[in-house]
T-cell receptor
Framework: GESVGLHLPTLSVQEGDNSIINCAYS??????FIWYKQESGKGPQFIID?????DKRQGQRVTVLLNKTVKHLSLQIAATQPGDSAVYFC????????????FGKGTLLTVNP | DAGITQSPRHKVTETGTPVTLRCHQT?????MYWYRQDPGHGLRLIHY???????DKGEVSDGYSVSRSKTEDFLLTLESATSSQTSVYFC????????????FGQGTRLTVV
């Protein structure tokens, strides 16, 4: 069947390495950002979020960095594991919408054992 | 999957027939969303709801209608299915709209032949 990974930017890393996935967002008024992980055949899963009053937030093995000056968001995954292989999406509440999120097109992360 | 059930999970239908997809939540979240996911396009918002009987259009609403008569159910209807509506459809729920994370269902794969 079709894969959501087709036509996406891809990142290939070795198991145990750190991964950095980048996202450029579009609206300078956005004030809430989320990273999602989507495995093949499943719905997107929440990983971590950050609000615009912060520039860094850490979770378990993941860190999100926000650079509002250049409208850039990144997701760092430490000690990448084969189970981290998936498509990763960033999302923003474009323009500070109280209602909805806008998603980027995603990056396919492949972890080689 | 945060108490979200989509039905059916798979459907094949003929061009010109009506189709209704159902999303059911047990989280009592105010906001519900329908997205479609296609290779190269990521997740695109079709319609969303911010309360019972309160709905609004997303970026790709043509050919789709929605209804929300109860907090827990959000229906997506294709009045007359076309081949361009072949896609994977995801329902999502959110407690705080654009200010909190959205949780996704497992998806419905719809094929229009």
């Amino acid at each position: 069947g079709e894969s959501v990974g087709l036509h996406l930017p891809t990142l290939s890393v070795q198991e145990g390495d750190n991964s950095i996935i980048n996202c450029a967002y579009s609206n300078s008024a956005s004030d809430y950002f989320i990273w999602y992980k989507q495995e093949s055949g499943k719905g997107p899963q929440f990983i971590i979020d950050i609000r615009s009053n912060m520039d860094k937030r850490q979770g378990q093995r993941v860190t999100v960095l926000l650079n509002k000056t250049v409208k850039h968001l990144s997701l760092q995954i430490a000690a990448t594991q084969p189970g981290d292989s998936a498509v990763y999406f960033c999302a923003e509440n474009s323009g500070g919408s109280n209602y909805k999120l806008t998603f980027g097109k995603g990056t396919l992360l492949t972890v080689n054992p | 999957d945060a108490g979200i059930t989509q039905s059916p999970r798979h459907k094949v239908t003929e061009t010109g027939t009506p189709v209704t997809l159902r999303c059911h939540q047990t989280e009592n979240h105010r906001y519900m969303y329908w997205y479609r996911q296609d290779p190269g396009h990521g997740l695109r918002l079709i319609h969303y709801s911010y309360g019972v009987k309160d709905t609004d259009k997303g970026e790709v609403s043509d050919g789709y209608s929605v209804s929300r008569s109860k907090t827990e159910d959000f229906l997506l209807t294709l009045e007359s299915a076309t081949s361009s509506q072949t896609s994977v459809y995801f329902c999502a729920i959110s407690e705080g709209g654009g200010n909190t994370e959205a949780f996704f269902g497992q998806g419905t794969r719809l094929t229009v032949v």
